[in-house]
């Protein structure tokens, strides 16, 4: 099982950025897909999650409304679409696979990928 996380870099305050997460070893159809993220000296925290197939989809307060989490199964990627980026966004963001419904914590979680680094400039 992989997950391969791109599409970090460094971009201004009030900009935009597209992660991308490719999925590959298994069928990841049941499973919940998340994204988290850990700055500098924090711990690792949930930033946004979905079900692979689609449906309901979960966000942290802090990128409610700026952050938008999308799947395309046909190409087995799952997005994670940042707009309006604050300083305090500044992160290593990952993605992640689980088999929990609804999961929210990195507990939860039983694949991650390598993670990929997001610097908000102010």
């Known amino acids: 099982v992989q997950l391969q996380a791109s599409g970090g870099g460094l971009v201004q305050a009030g900009g935009s950025l597209r992660l991308s997460c490719a999925a590959s070893?298994?069928?990841?159809?049941?499973?919940?897909m998340g994204w988290f993220r850990q700055a500098p000296g924090k711990e690792r925290e949930f930033v946004a999650a979905?079900?692979?197939?689609?449906?309901?989809?979960y966000y942290a307060d802090s990128v409610k409304g700026r952050f938008t989490i999308s799947s395309d199964n046909a190409k087995n990627t799952v997005y994670l679409q940042m707009n309006r980026l604050k300083p305090e966004d500044t992160a290593v963001y990952y993605c992640?696979?689980?088999?929990?419904?609804?999961?929210?914590?990195?507990?939860?979680?039983?694949?991650w990928g390598q993670g990929t680094l997001v610097t908000v400039s102010s």
């Open positions: 992640a696979a689980g088999a929990t419904m609804r999961a929210t914590q990195t507990h939860e979680y039983d694949y």
């Open positions: 070893g298994r069928t990841f159809s049941r499973y919940m």
């Open positions: 979905m079900p692979w197939s689609g449906g309901s989809t």
